[in-house]
């Protein structure tokens, strides 16, 4: 199939994430993936500065990973879970909890990181039902929060510049407070736990927990928040006896600067939710760990155990490949990595704040994000990155990368290079337009 079919038939046939069918916008046909970098029917290479949304923080083709999945092919590639077990199951648990904060003793596996949050939100009210307090039926969260597009996991995404207002009429209704106050080395104020703790006040025998992205809001806004903002609100909440979930979806495994965001504040959650790179973005999977106070709560309540139970639960291909990826962390000092891409995003894009065009930059471990002025056209600007040699994904205001760990000083060089020089011409070419 040459390169003009297959997007013939993919704009005939194919539902795009976030794409109109009836206009739907131009896809690139990408036939191999190597390291850093994306190879496409043309014969193009693309820097891959979004390590595919953020989870293949080891590149791609990755031989140790390939290696692990090889293997684990040839004993089995998938078994029930139920009534069954198997090694990479039981020593990825293992290595989950020996890496995890402390107190997050029991994991439950399950397919994507949307699946890992709707986990999180029945446990927690699973927990509180079994203690006979069936009345805490209700989530508190923070706006400008993104944790997934299932019916529970959008329930708690931002109802109003979310991406799922269209479905508020139908979704079960939670408590919203305001995002927390934008800066990493922001000091914190009395005031700005207030309004987080007159809400716990006001509905305390309604909420369950407290569900929330540990220092970085992702896809709600490219948000970075203060470790003692969220230090003082994981305190509010063991004071008023709420649940603390974290979704460490996106920042888990080193992406933040430190192994899980909520290290940057030493806190400690009773519910994880994990995804994206824990498979070295190989293929979907996630995990949700909670405390064993939570865990035993469940299993002693009216149920006698914690309903849930994904068909591809612990699906041993993907547990063996997470293993993998967990070795490759250690081998390769992932703080190391990081804190070079922490120092390349700094010195590459720190510049442009000097730009007409750009509103903000803001760094934070292997993130960097370029914030403009208006929100930019998608299939317009995604032609003049891949022109530079570059795949970068931006949405509304916000142009961002988030590079794999291995990406090498010169290539992020590049990656950061043609994603300013895209944007110079895209924004000269609107300028243009208004005159």
């Given at each position: 199939?040459?390169p003009?079919q297959?997007?013939a038939?993919?704009?005939?046939?194919v539902?795009?994430?976030?794409?109109?069918?009836?206009?739907?916008?131009?896809a690139?046909?990408v036939?191999?993936?190597h390291?850093?970098?994306?190879?496409?029917?043309?014969?193009?290479?693309?820097?891959?500065?979004?390590?595919?949304?953020?989870?293949?923080?080891?590149?791609?083709?990755?031989?140790?990973?390939?290696?692990?999945?090889?293997?684990?092919?040839g004993?089995?590639?998938?078994?029930?879970?139920?009534?069954?077990?198997?090694?990479?199951a039981?020593?990825?648990?293992?290595?989950?909890?020996?890496?995890?904060p402390?107190?997050?003793?029991?994991?439950?596996?399950?397919?994507?990181?949307?699946?890992?949050?709707?986990?999180?939100?029945?446990?927690?009210?699973?927990?509180w039902?079994?203690?006979?307090?069936?009345?805490?039926?209700?989530?508190l969260?923070?706006?400008?929060?993104y944790?997934?597009?299932?019916?529970?996991?959008?329930?708690?995404?931002?109802?109003?510049?979310?991406?799922?207002?269209?479905?508020?009429?139908?979704?079960?209704?939670h408590?919203f407070?305001?995002?927390?106050?934008?800066?990493?080395?922001?000091?914190?104020?009395?005031?700005?736990?207030d309004?987080?703790?007159?809400?716990?006040?006001?509905?305390?025998?309604?909420?369950?927990?407290?569900?929330?992205?540990?220092?970085?809001?992702?896809?709600?806004?490219?948000?970075?928040?203060?470790?003692?903002?969220?230090r003082?609100a994981?305190?509010?909440?063991?004071q008023y006896?709420?649940?603390?979930?974290?979704?460490?979806?996106?920042?888990?495994?080193?992406?933040?600067?430190?192994?899980?965001?909520?290290?940057?504040?030493?806190?400690?959650?009773?519910?994880?939710?994990?995804?994206?790179?824990?498979?070295?973005?190989?293929?979907?999977?996630?995990?949700?760990?909670?405390?064993?106070?939570?865990?035993?709560s469940?299993?002693r309540?009216?149920?006698?155990?914690?309903?849930?139970?994904?068909?591809f639960?612990?699906?041993?291909?993907?547990?063996?490949?997470?293993?993998?990826?967990?070795?490759?962390l250690?081998?390769?000092?992932?703080?190391?990595?990081?804190?070079?891409?922490?120092?390349?995003?700094?010195?590459?894009?720190?510049?442009?704040?000097?730009?007409?065009?750009?509103?903000d930059?803001?760094?934070?471990?292997?993130?960097?994000?370029?914030?403009?002025?208006?929100?930019?056209?998608?299939?317009?600007i995604?032609?003049?990155?891949?022109?530079?040699?570059?795949?970068?994904?931006?949405?509304?205001?916000?142009?961002?990368?988030?590079?794999?760990?291995?990406?090498?000083?010169?290539?992020?060089?590049?990656?950061?290079?043609?994603?300013?020089?895209?944007?110079?011409?895209?924004?000269?070419?609107?300028?243009?337009?208004?005159?």
């Amino acid at each position: 199939m040459t390169p003009e079919q297959l997007i013939a038939l993919d704009q005939q046939h194919v539902w795009h994430p976030y794409a109109s069918m009836d206009n739907p916008p131009p896809a690139y046909p990408v036939v191999s993936a190597h390291g850093v970098r994306l190879k496409l029917g043309d014969g193009t290479e693309l820097i891959d500065g979004m390590a595919s949304w953020w989870c293949a923080v080891h590149g791609y083709n990755h031989p140790h990973l390939n290696a692990a999945m090889t293997q684990q092919i040839g004993d089995m590639s998938h078994v029930m879970f139920g009534g069954i077990t198997h090694e990479p199951a039981v020593t990825l648990a293992k290595r989950l909890v020996d890496m995890t904060p402390e107190g997050l003793e029991k994991v439950f596996f399950s397919d994507s990181g949307s699946v890992a949050v709707e986990v999180a939100i029945k446990m927690a009210l699973q927990y509180w039902h079994s203690k006979g307090q069936t009345n805490k039926n209700r989530m508190l969260t923070v706006r400008n929060g993104y944790h997934g597009d299932t019916f529970g996991a959008m329930a708690v995404c931002d109802p109003v510049n979310g991406m799922h207002s269209l479905f508020a009429s139908v979704l079960p209704q939670h408590h919203f407070i305001s995002a927390p106050p934008m800066g990493f080395d922001r000091p914190l104020e009395a005031k700005d736990l207030d309004q987080l703790e007159n809400t716990i006040k006001q509905h305390q025998n309604e909420i369950a927990a407290l569900i929330l992205e540990p220092i970085v809001q992702g896809a709600g806004g490219m948000r970075f928040y203060s470790p003692e903002w969220l230090r003082a609100a994981a305190e509010l909440c063991k004071q008023y006896d709420v649940l603390l979930i974290a979704d460490e979806i996106a920042t888990g495994f080193g992406r933040s600067g430190a192994l899980f965001a909520c290290d940057h504040a030493q806190v400690k959650p009773d519910i994880m939710c994990l995804g994206k790179a824990i498979t070295g973005g190989t293929m979907s999977f996630a995990a949700t760990l909670a405390t064993t106070e939570i865990a035993t709560s469940i299993s002693r309540g009216d149920a006698s155990c914690f309903m849930h139970g994904p068909t591809f639960m612990a699906n041993p291909l993907a547990c063996a490949v997470a293993n993998a990826s967990l070795d490759l962390l250690e081998k390769n000092d992932w703080q190391a990595q990081v804190a070079g891409l922490n120092q390349g995003l700094k010195q590459q894009l720190t510049p442009a704040l000097a730009l007409d065009y750009i509103e903000d930059v803001r760094v934070l471990g292997a993130i960097g994000v370029v914030q403009v002025t208006s929100a930019v056209d998608l299939g317009k600007i995604q032609k003049m990155f891949v022109d530079e040699g570059v795949w970068v994904r931006p949405f509304g205001k916000l142009v961002y990368v988030m590079p794999p760990y291995v990406m090498s000083p010169q290539d992020l060089a590049l990656l950061c290079q043609g994603m300013l020089r895209a944007l110079a011409i895209y924004f000269k070419e609107a300028y243009a337009t208004t005159q």
